[in-house]
């Protein structure tokens, strides 16, 4: 690629670390254009909310002996909380603001404190969403699960109406009354909103709707951005964990040699990638899983028949990566674009199992 930028499936918050350019599969003129680079769990750094003990009584709560009851302030503070906004997170990720397309479902997290100490009385937790600033409504069928410093809920997919193009929808974590304690102490709480924009496919236009055309049976509830602020760096199209598909179609358009099929080929590949992150469970809690048994699936080989050349593995080929090959190859077989490599076929019915929402 003479603009130097490259391909990547980062599934990344804003901005994974890649490691180095793989090698150029093309034409003989050397015109063909780099993949995406080896994916980095270098992701969005944790958060980790403070440690939270039983508040000191201060001396003037203190009788002689030093055994005196709280403070009737201490009693008015609630029996369990939820930290700032800075400790929420969507998906397992920090962030707080996501963007995804039409039928997805996300998760919920919002770290939790109590002032009782060791023994904290734990309510029951549901979750409440709000459409375009509109009203707080609980969601139906949704329990939060008490960690030991997140609360977390899964949230059912949200489906924008037809003739809508998007909707932000506002979630948070809210406690029931709690019915033991101090009176003066027990009372609802909710943490701090995550917002999600949700995005209906359907209406996109221009190269929005270009780069989703070839995806639309395979990755239907995807979300395509056509990137204006930098989100791929110097890719041409990342799988972004907070703003999902990314396409730079500027960078894109000066590349005049090569073939448009190999263009449509990056929302192939990417997709391929949201479906090894969704059908794993769609968090970072399940992300390791998903790269261990991706490298006891697919391996480096070259294809047994001497007839058939070979396209060289790249420094940087990952079996991740090379499973996002072999899926989007049985779509498009076209290998502009490449890891490299030899697709077996244990890896290709292997890879096909993404598109049939299954894990291989």
Request: aromatic share 8%; with cysteine; hydrophobic share 40%.
């Amino acid at each position: 690629m003479t603009s130097g930028r490259r391909l990547t499936a980062a599934l990344a918050a804003t901005a994974l670390s890649l490691l180095a350019a793989p090698a150029v599969a093309g034409p003989a003129d050397g015109r063909g254009a780099a993949p995406d680079a080896l994916l980095s769990t270098r992701d969005v750094p944790e958060v980790v909310p403070p440690v939270l003990t039983a508040p000191e009584r201060s001396a003037s709560d203190r009788g002689d002996r030093g055994d005196r009851a709280p403070s009737a302030r201490a009693y008015r503070r609630p029996l369990f909380a939820f930290w700032g906004a800075k400790y929420n997170r969507i998906d397992g990720f920090a962030f707080t603001t996501a963007t995804r397309g039409s039928g997805t479902g996300i998760q919920v997290e919002a770290a939790w404190k109590t002032y009782r100490g060791v023994r904290p009385i734990l309510p029951k937790v549901f979750v409440q969403a709000r459409v375009d600033g509109g009203k707080w409504t609980k969601v139906a069928g949704t329990k939060g699960s008490i960690g030991k410093q997140y609360v977390a809920a899964r949230v059912p997919a949200h489906v924008v109406p037809t003739g809508v193009a998007a909707q932000t929808v506002d979630y948070r974590l809210t406690t029931k009354k709690p019915t033991k304690g101090p009176r003066r102490a027990r009372r609802s709480v909710s943490s701090k909103p995550v917002s999600v924009r949700f995005e209906n496919p359907a209406a996109y236009t221009g190269d929005a709707a270009r780069f989703y055309a070839p995806i639309a049976g395979l990755c239907p509830n995807a979300s395509v951005t056509i990137d204006t602020t930098g989100l791929t760096g110097d890719r041409t199209g990342v799988f972004n964990w907070q703003h999902g598909i990314v396409i730079d179609a500027a960078t894109l358009a000066t590349l005049t040699a090569e073939p448009e099929v190999s263009k449509l080929g990056i929302a192939m590949h990417e997709c391929a990638h949201m479906k090894q992150f969704y059908n794993w469970g769609g968090t970072r809690q399940t992300w390791d899983q998903l790269v261990a048994r991706s490298a006891e699936v697919f391996v480096p080989d070259v294809n047994p028949d001497p007839a058939v050349p070979t396209i060289p593995m790249a420094p940087d080929w990952a079996p991740l990566e090379h499973a996002a090959d072999c899926a989007k190859e049985l779509i498009s077989p076209e290998r502009y674009r490449t890891y490299g490599g030899y697709c077996n076929p244990t890896e290709s019915a292997a890879a096909g199992l993404l598109w049939q929402n299954q894990r291989y």
